[in-house]
Structures are given as structure tokens and as C-alpha cells.
């Protein structure tokens, strides 16, 4: 860090916390719990953007500034005074989308964001390119920085409930057929993260202070040390074969009560591939999930990068109760299981 970057050295009106946050996607799955753990701090205004004809549910206590992306303008004001702008969407939303939001962002003079830059680790090279995640996550980086902001983005594998629960196309598992499909053997472990478990570490990030207030103070943990980094979180490393055993647990069933088969990892995302270039989107989660799986192939960041759980005070979670959780989604026949968005 340079000598000058301290609190104490910076123009006058500088706030040394993030205070206003706007969240684009707050009533959609992860922008939901990034607004519950922010509001929890009660050291943030959070302010949900959407379209004006949106009728997502928002958590209470939040704000709304509606916007027209026909009309960047909008965007713009309703970007004015806010310390920091987090991206959720879909990775079906037009792909300008983003670019509009950042641009909006630099213009209304906010200094952090936090990308559209959620799931697997693309600064490994070969997993964001077969992943076909490449592009639009650098090229939004490259937007943010070259512009001087601060950038930070969260590395927490895919989420776990959604994926447990998201039938075979996804972790595997079919609960109403009581079936799975392992990769390989299935003992391939991977990071995986709950939507609690990022929100927390969102909302941590968001509450440190961004500098040092002085020298004295230059061993605390700041945003400042976060700036256009990447920040690994996880709730567990676990393999199928560990998430079958947890849904036994919470079942009660044994594997004999299960249909089990096996699949190539290489074979299944090639499979995907193919069926995304035909036209068929579901080839897409076919492709992305069986790549994270690949033996080797990234999906296990916390052995190779370490994570910043005990950093930021994160909890140790409960494996069956979030499988449980996980299995009423599936069974209730929720919205999450139904969604696209990885």
C-alpha cells in the first residue's frame, strides 16, 4: 500500500465506510440475501434498482429507485450518492446489460462495485473459457478498473441449495425420482457455497473501513486490500458422493432406495456443448456444471488459493440442514429450482 493511503490523508468530505449500497437483482435469488445480511449490519441505506415495471418482491427495510435501461440517464440518478453498486443478473440478460450499469455507475462518480462475477473462479483460464463465462466477466473488470474505480469479486462456487435442488442437470440429483447421476465416480470435490454464506461475506466486505485511518492502524483488514481482487469464500468442499451421503442422512433412505448411474465428466460436458449449439439452452447448465466437476479442473479453488472465511468471521454451516433445505426447494417445487440462472 503507498504511504498516502490512509484516512487521515485524504480531501476533506472523505467517508472511510461504505455507507450507501445499490444492488441491481435485489429481489431476485443472491441480490435477496446480499440485501438481508446489508440491512442486518444496520450500517448501510440499501437501495434496490429495477425496472419500473417490476414487480419482484424486495426485502424490507430496502429502497427502490426504478430506472429505464432504454434510458441510461435514469440509471445515472439513480446512482448519485451511492458508496458502492453490486450486479446480480442472469447470465441470459442481454449482454450489454452490465456494460450500461457500469458506465452508469462512472458517470454518477460511485467508487466501488461489485461485478456480475458470482459462481466459479475465472481467473482460472481454461475453466472460464469452457464455461464460455470468459469475455463478459473481464471485459466488465477492464471497464471498472480502467475507469479508476474499485472492483472487488466474490469467488463461491456454485450455490449450494439451488444446485442440490436443481434436478440432474446440476449436482445430480433428482429427489421426485429419487435418482442421481455421479460424474465420473463422483468423489470429485469441488467449493460450494450457500446464498447465507455470500451474503455474509458480502455484507462484511461492504462494513470494514476502506483505508487505514493512519499507520498505526495499518494492520487492520480494509476494503483497500480487497481492491480489484477476488475474494474466495466457501461453505463446503465436498463431493457428490458427500452430498448422497448427507441426503441420506436427512432422508433416512439408504442407496439401495436410490437409482444411481454414472457419467463421463468430459463426455456429459461435450454433451452439453453440443445441445447449447443446437439451439437448446439447457445445454448450457449440462456444460457448466460437468466442467466444474472435471478431475483437476478448478472446481476445488480452496486447495490451491485458500479462502478468506476466517477473514471475514464467516461461520462453519451445517451440511445436512442446508441439504434439507435444499430437498424441501426441490419438493415444494420452488421458483429457484425452476430458474436458469446458475
Known amino acids: 500500500m503507498a504511504p498516502q493511503q490512509y484516512a487521515k490523508d485524504q480531501p ?5 465506510r461504505i455507507e450507501n449500497i445499490a444492488i441491481v437483482g435485489a429481489g431476485g435469488q ?51 450518492g451511492q458508496d ?19 458506465n452508469a455507475a462512472i458517470e454518477a462518480g ?4 461489485m461485478p456480475n462475477d458470482w459462481g ?13 463465462l470468459t469475455d463478459a466477466r473481464w471485459q466488465a473488470r477492464d471497464l471498472i478498473e480502467k475507469a479508476g474505480l474499485g472492483r ?27 435418482s442421481v447421476v455421479f460424474y465420473d465416480d463422483g468423489n470429485t470435490k469441488i467449493n460450494t457455497s450457500t446464498w447465507d454464506q455470500a451474503g455474509r461475506a458480502v455484507a462484511k466486505l461492504m462494513s470494514m473501513k476502506i483505508l487505514p485511518e493512519d499507520a498505526a492502524d495499518d494492520g487492520s483488514t480494509t476494503l483497500s486490500r480487497f481492491r480489484n481482487q477476488f475474494v474466495y469464500v466457501s461453505s463446503f468442499l465436498i463431493s457428490q458422493k458427500d452430498m448422497f451421503a ?14 444411481v448411474t454414472y457419467e463421463d465428466a468430459h463426455e456429459r460436458y461435450k454433451a452439453g456443448v453440443s445441445e447449447l449449439q443446437s439451439g437448446n439452452m439447457d445445454g448450457f447448465p449440462k456444460l457448466l456444471y460437468a466442467r466444474v466437476f472435471w478431475r483437476g479442473g478448478g472446481g476445488d479453488f480452496e486447495s490451491v488459493k485458500g479462502t478468506s472465511n476466517n477473514l471475514l468471521g464467516l461461520p462453519k454451516e451445517d451440511l445436512d440442514d442446508r441439504t434439507k433445505a435444499a430437498i424441501e426447494m426441490a ?11 446458475p
Open 12 to 16: 476533506q468530505g472523505f467517508k472511510n
Open 30 to 80: 443472491i441480490g435477496g440475501y446480499l440485501a438481508k445480511h446489508l440491512l442486518a449490519t444496520g450500517k448501510h441505506n440499501v437501495t434496490a434498482i429495477t425496472r419500473a415495471d417490476s414487480v419482484s418482491k424486495l426485502p424490507r427495510g430496502i429502497k427502490v429507485a426504478k430506472v429505464d435501461y432504454g434510458d441510461p440517464s435514469t440509471i445515472v440518478d439513480a446512482l448519485r
Open 84 to 102: 458502492a453498486l453490486l450486479i446480480t443478473l442472469s447470465v441470459f440478460v442481454p449482454p450489454d446489460t452490465q456494460a450500461t450499469l457500469i
Open 110 to 113: 460511485v467508487p466501488w462495485i
Open 120 to 132: 466459479t473462479d475465472s481467473t482460472d483460464d481454461g475453466l472460464a473459457k469452457d464455461t464460455m
Open 152 to 178: 472487488v469479486s466474490l469467488v463461491c462456487g456454485f450455490w449450494y441449495e439451488y444446485s442440490l435442488a436443481g434436478a440432474a442437470v446440476r449436482y445430480g440429483f433428482d429427489f421426485k425420482t429419487r
Open 246 to 259: 448427507s441426503v441420506l442422512r436427512v432422508t433416512g433412505t439408504t442407496e439401495q432406495d436410490w437409482t
Open 331 to 341: 419438493t415444494e417445487g420452488s421458483r429457484m429450482t425452476r430458474t436458469r440462472d
